[in-house]
Structure formats: C-alpha cells, structure tokens
C-alpha cells in the first residue's frame, strides 16, 4: 500500500524538478532545494511549494531525494550530499549517469534511475526506469509510483535507457523541429501528419534497439504527449524545443542531424551516440 507520508526532496528546482514537483504535491510531500535561492522564493515559494535553503535541511527532512541537475553538475552534488543520504533512496534523471557511479560516489546507495521528458510538465510524460544494484522492489515500484502519477512508466534494463533518451527524451524535438521548419502549429497537425510522424519515430525507436511493441507504444505516446504539451502550455515549437536542448546535450545531437535533412532514425542515433559518449559509469 502507498505511504501517503513519504516525503520527496527534489534537488535542481529548473525545467525538470519543478514540474515534477508541482505534478508530485497531490499525493507526496514536496520539498526543493536549488543553488538559485531568488529562483526558489520566487518559483517555488509564492507557488506554494516547501523550500530548503541548504542541500542538507532538504535530505534531513526527506525520505526519497530526486537528483535533478543537469549531468554536468552532477559530481560536485553527490560529493557535497554524499555524507548525509544513509537510508534515503536516491532517484536521479540525468541523462547518462548510470546507477553503478552513483553508487560507486555514494557508496551502495539505493539508487533508481529514471528517464521522464518533458511532457512531465502536463503530467503526461514517459517514464523509463531502472533499478541500481541495492535498490530493493519496493523502491522501484516507489518509483513507479511516483513516475505513473507523473504519466506512463516503463521498467526497461540499463542499457536501454540511452535508448529511451533518444526517443522519449529527445523525441519531442524532432516534432517540434518539423513544426517550426514547416511553420505548423498545434491546430494545423492533421491526422495523416500525426500518423507519420508515429511512423518516424517508431522506425527511430526500433533503430535504437527497442522491440516493435514498445517502439510503436514509445512512438504514440510521444507524439500525443508533445502535441498536448502545446496545446495544454500554449508555448511554441521552438520555446518546447529550446526547453529540450541543452548545449552539448543529447537533443543537440540530434537537431544538428536534422538541420543536415537527416532522417529522425539518423538523429535517435546520434543522441543516443551522445548519451553513451556522456555516459559515467563506476
Ligand atoms: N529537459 C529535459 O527534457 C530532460 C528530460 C529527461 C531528463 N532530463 C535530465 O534532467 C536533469 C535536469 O534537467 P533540466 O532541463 O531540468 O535542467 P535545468 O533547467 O538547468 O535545472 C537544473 C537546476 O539545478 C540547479 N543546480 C545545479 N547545480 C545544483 C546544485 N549543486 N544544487 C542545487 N541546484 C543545482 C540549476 O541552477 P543553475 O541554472 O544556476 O545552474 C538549475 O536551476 C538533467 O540531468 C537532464 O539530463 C532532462
């Protein structure tokens, strides 16, 4: 049975963290913490949400910490919480670091990895998850969870999730790409477009090494959610896309095979390509 006490403390309060917080608060008890104290007060406070002005308040008063800085960041924040997170379960979302490192840091932590994207913000995202080696069931089905009231969850091995980084992940720009090039907004998406674009990303998703029932689940869900993101948050293509996009990321990688008229299979692998080139492993 769920614990309606468990508290989640979310590290990283941008793109990522703040949606699943906002998305989280109807059934968990949220807390965040970001090195951006002006962006907590303003974003997070006078929206109603706890906040913690230092990492360790945040861990202290949580029992499930979400680790939601950008891959870059991510050592300096696991040295600096290393000493406090005995008995907490680690969730990260970070592209490309893998359980076995932040284990290998935090030393036979209870880590889940989870690969959301961004349609997290309407609550309709796709979650893919893997469990680290001392994980137990019960924090993988936590997960779950967590990530199913966020949206659709799949449990996939590891080494798949570089795969699902570049199709649920980056995916949404692919779309929001065509869409900006062809000059589309959400009202002009008809139906035989719609469908081709599940085709695309269906083919993308097997090129990367997924099945063709979850490639064809990971395709429709993508491009469903991406048209409802637009719809349901009124922004354009290009804000959703730059919201995707981060310099020397996976998506990135991506858009640079497309700007080339490369094909959406030819740019699923170069962010997938990208994900293991970033990847840190123990
Ligand atoms: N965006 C996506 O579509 C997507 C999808 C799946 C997974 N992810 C993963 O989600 C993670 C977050 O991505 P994002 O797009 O949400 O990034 P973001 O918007 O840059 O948010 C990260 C936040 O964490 C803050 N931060 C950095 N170091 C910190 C520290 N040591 N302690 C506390 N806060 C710290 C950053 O502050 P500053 O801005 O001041 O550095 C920023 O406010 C990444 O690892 C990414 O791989 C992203």
Do not use: C, H
């Amino acid at each position: 049975m769920r614990d309606v006490k468990k508290r989640l403390g979310i590290i990283g309060f941008g793109n990522m963290g703040s949606s699943i917080a906002f998305g989280a608060r109807s059934l968990f008890e949220v807390s965040v913490f970001d090195k951006d104290k002006q962006k907590l007060v303003k974003q997070a406070n006078n929206r109603g949400l706890k906040t913690e002005m230092l990492a360790t308040d945040l861990i202290n008063s949580s029992d499930v910490i979400i680790l939601a800085v950008k891959p870059q960041d991510f050592d300096i924040l696991l040295n600096e919480i290393k000493p406090f997170i005995q008995g907490k379960l680690i969730l990260s979302i970070a592209a490309g670091i893998t359980t076995g490192y932040i284990e290998m840091i935090l030393k036979e932590a209870r880590v889940v990895r989870a690969m959301p994207n961004i349609a997290v913000k309407i609550s309709a995202a796709e979650t893919s998850l893997a469990k680290g080696k001392y994980a137990k069931e019960e924090d993988l089905n936590f997960a779950k969870e967590l990530f199913g009231l966020l949206g659709k969850v799949w449990v996939v091995k590891e080494e798949m999730i570089d795969s699902a980084t570049a199709i649920s992940g980056s995916g949404p720009a692919y779309i929001f790409y065509d869409m900006e090039i062809n000059k589309l907004d959400s009202s002009k998406i008809k139906i035989e477009r719609k469908n081709e674009y599940i085709q695309r990303l269906k083919q993308a998703a097997l090129d990367v090494g997924f099945g063709p029932k979850m490639a064809l689940d990971l395709a429709i869900n993508t491009i469903a959610s991406s048209i409802q993101l637009l719809v349901q948050t009124g922004s354009s293509p290009m804000e959703l896309r730059k919201m995707i996009t981060s310099a020397g990321g996976t998506t990135e990688a991506a858009l640079e095979v497309l700007s080339r008229n490369g094909s959406w299979s030819e740019a699923a692998l170069a962010a997938k390509k990208r994900a293991q080139e970033l990847s840190r492993k123990e």
